[in-house]
């Protein structure tokens, strides 16, 4: 099951690495990860998705937490979240189907943040399973550049039953 | 008044109360080097390997339970420790490695002598610094030794570039330590500690498997009090001799694949099994489906990793095992209604003094060749469990193990987890030091005592009276034994009948140097040795392939043992 780790950690060199290889140290996987700086000073925070069973959720939480540069773990899968990643996506679109990108941009409220002859750059934030359904609409206009974020998630305000 | 980096370096050692450092110096570290003889509470032992100093450091903090420190140069004399800290992660034990680093300004730039240690030494230290201002030296030090010591212990490396030793700095040495991200848990809960109570009311079988962190955690007291007030017996890992009196009528000597009949059965049918500072390792269950089949399983561990980690657990407890054990007592003392243990246990006890009984650990002696177990016993005997002992790796090592009795911890000093060859005679070295009264014996193997020979040198250079017995059959015998037994006897790159005369050896050292081949010359030639006052080999000519008995194949259920 894919599972959503909100990780934060002391912003100092090495620390990346740290949770890298003892994923791949381990054999864990790594489905997304991001990390930026947060407001207090000197701490990041990390957001990581992966795959594995009950058990092997539990070693990964455990053997970050064991990690002397990491402050907190917190699962936010069994939690009310907020999820999104951010896809910046090249699509093809020549004068017979630009209308058509451009439909499609609307409807998922993308944001179009170039313009070329014969291209658009759309800017899509959602969760994964929205990013998954324009994606599919986009690939028959030929898509000709493609960078992701991983996941980023908060846990919700208000937890309700 | 202003210091150099390598004189906060030194000074910050001497607050924590460092008396032995073990090192080999080199480029980078000149500058730690040339300060050191004004700093003389800092003893230095220089190695002839740089695996030799960590494993001495190593062993220095195994036998004292104090942080050990070991000292190399940039590059090869930093990769050289690599094993060494391996080997201290696998068996937690406290350790600082400092190693110097090409100045700040060359890192990166493939520099002479070179090595990103830090990046090399991640997987396998708790966590390690390069320092990169001379400004962050002093508290850099004071967290290394607060994180080696404390919670689960470990090595922690700092990597120390060239120019950082050399700036100077009106030094400030912090009082205290406060983390955030480090907070180790050691208080058990109580609501967990009554659940352990429970259960022991209503067992009838219960079994203590008890490991490294008992002896880490100096719970020796409190799990000899718990076994003998409510007759439970008691087993352990290799990391667990010494934990538990190895001559008291509980104790069942160790369990695992080539554990004693009688410990492996009592797991196989315990219904209730108290694991404490162990780590379910796959030498120790065996098929991991099979292990403890009946029993209800409490774990305590000050590391939340261990728990749940191979095995699932009714009763988990994250907390300093001394702590656990004390709180479990106090529990046990607090109860309104007094259980009569010694008649709850008794026909459980009956039963495992019955496997006892039935299936000793044993062998056939002979005069010629002489027999291995017989010269583990015979060290015994000798020195009345009063010696420390270290081992190689292998069959020397189940050996002592199982053919030798411990009564204190930290009497006897192995390398369980990694499993190093080569480390006993260095770490010899270390306990030693700590110990310089005491009789220091390396039980060996002709192959892993070639492993580390070099420190002979040291050995006889700083006369460090280390005793050597190599168990010498002229094979790799435990690769041999999986070879004979699993590989149709096809002995492919064990033999070692080209091995050096080792009688000789140690006196191109400079050492004393024995040889033995009858039984009934042993006892003689083993009390001259140890009488000595300076580093002795014994070198004992052994049977070729005798076998460490019992054992459990690889992925076999624990109560599948060959006897034979």
Redesign the interface.
Known sequence: MRHVLSVLVENEPGVLSRVVGLFSGRGFNIETLNVGPTLEEGLSLMTITTLGDEAIIEQIVKQLRKLVTVVKVVDLTHLQKVEREMVLIKVNAEDASRAEVLRIADIFRCKVVDVGPNALTLEITGDQSKIKAIVSLLQRFGVKEFARTGTVALRRAMQMD | MEKTGAQILLECLLQENVDAIFGFPGGAVIDIYHHLPSYPALRHFLVRHEQGAIHAADGYARATGRVGVCLVTSGPGATNTVTGIATAYMDSIPVVIITGQVPTPLIGNDAFQEVDI??IS??CV??NY?VKDVQDLAWIIKQAFY?ARTGRPGPVLVDLPKDVLQAKTVPAYPESIS????NPHLEPNRRQLRKVVDLLRTCRRPLFYSGGGVISSDAFEELTWLARNLHIPVTSTLMGLGAFPGDDPLWLGMLGMHGTYAANMAVGHTDLLLAVGARFDDRVTGKISSFAPMAKVVHIDV???SI??NVNVDVPIVADCRLALKGLRDEIMACAEASDWVLEHQSWLEQVQAWQRDHPLQYAFSEEPIKPQFVVEKIYELTKGEAIITTEVGQNQMWAAQFSRFHRPRSFITSGGLGTMGYGFPAAIGAQVAFPDKLVIDIAGDGSIQMNIQEMATAVSCNIPVKIVILNNGYLGMVRQWQELFYNKNYCATCMHTNPDFVKLAEAFGAAGFRVTKAADLEGVLKQAFALPGPVIVDVVVAEEENVYPMVPAGAALTDMLLV
């Not at chain 2, 983390?179 to 480090?182: A, E, H, K, Q, V």
């Open positions: 830090v990046g991640r997987p708790k966590h390069l994180l983390m955030r991200s480090y590391d939340p990793t749940r980690k």
